[in-house]
């Protein structure tokens, strides 16, 4: 199974993204997916997840609101839609992926088999 996490950039205060992590080798949904970033001199964190369906999804407080987590399953890609974007969120962004028969999403790290390579997200004040 390979992540491929795109769609960061150089941004300003209040801007959109769009992250996308393409996942091969695999159909997607049989995965639950997580995003998680970290920041310079910071430990990874969670940021949102999503179970299989694209039902249930979480999200941490600091982007509630602000990002929405997302999946189309027929095109095996998972999507994180960050808008009103803070410089707070700067980070390397990466997409994480747990095969699971369960409905259950998942947010800390250890729970994730497979990871993307990580996209940087830069916000300017």
């Known amino acids: 199974v390979q992540l491929q996490a795109s769609g960061g950039g150089l941004v300003q205060a209040g801007d959109s993204l769009r992250l996308s992590c393409a996942v091969s080798?695999?159909?997607?949904?049989?995965?639950?997916m997580g995003w998680f970033r970290q920041a310079p001199g910071k430990e990874r964190e969670p940021v949102a997840a999503?179970?299989?369906?694209?039902?249930?999804?979480y999200y941490a407080d600091s982007v509630k609101g602000r990002f929405t987590i997302s999946r189309d399953n027929a095109k095996n890609t998972v999507y994180l839609q960050m808008n009103s974007l803070k410089p707070e969120d700067t980070a390397v962004y990466y997409c994480?992926?747990?095969?699971?028969?369960?409905?259950?999403?998942?947010?800390?790290?250890?729970?994730?088999?497979?990871w993307g390579q990580g996209t940087l997200v830069t916000v300017s004040s």
């Open positions: 994480a992926a747990r095969e699971t028969s369960s409905g259950y999403y998942y947010y800390t790290s250890d729970r994730y088999h497979y």
């Open positions: 080798g695999r159909t997607l949904d049989m995965w639950a």
């Open positions: 999503i179970n299989r369906s694209g039902g249930v999804t």
